[in-house]
Nanobody, 128 residues
Framework: QVHLVESGGGLVQVGGSLRLSCAAS????????MGWFRQAPGKEHEREFV??????????YYADSVKGRFTISRDNAKNMVYLQMSRLEPEDTAVYYC???????????????????WGQGTQVTVSS
């Protein structure tokens, strides 16, 4: 069992920045691929891929819509994963979820289904 807790969401103006954090506990953190997904208003059944990072942090993946604006990172010593978001747009408004995927089988970074554990989410609202 892995317990994930997101933080850092809030209200920000267009063009602003936020840093989301996800704290993990329960199992060796480096056993997991970590990802960020988001769920926009009115799309409660769609969890959209945002970004993911490999176990050691040497590979990162981004949705086209956030590439160049968002940066994912992790600190395995602190059991933390981060999402630095800059140049935020109204379309980035969503609940952001942190997910963990066991790296003991083929890994699907961009797919919601293979992630094994999720946090409760943190709201990001970008006002224009």
């Amino acid at each position: 069992q892995v317990h994930l807790v997101e933080s850092g969401g809030g209200l920000v103006q267009v063009g602003g920045s936020l840093r989301l954090s996800c704290a993990a506990s329960g199992r060796p953190f480096s056993d997991y691929v970590m990802g960020w997904f988001r769920q926009a208003p009115g799309k409660e059944h769609e969890r959209e891929f945002v970004s993911a990072i490999s176990q050691l942090g040497d590979s990162t993946y981004y949705a086209d819509s956030v590439k160049g604006r968002f940066t994912i990172s992790r600190d395995n010593a602190k059991n933390m994963v981060y999402l630095q978001m800059s140049r935020l747009e109204p379309e980035d408004t969503a609940v952001y979820y942190c997910g963990a995927q066991r790296a003991t089988r083929p890994i699907y970074y961009r797919d919601y289904g293979p992630y094994d554990w999720w946090g409760q989410g943190t709201q990001v609202t970008v006002s224009s």
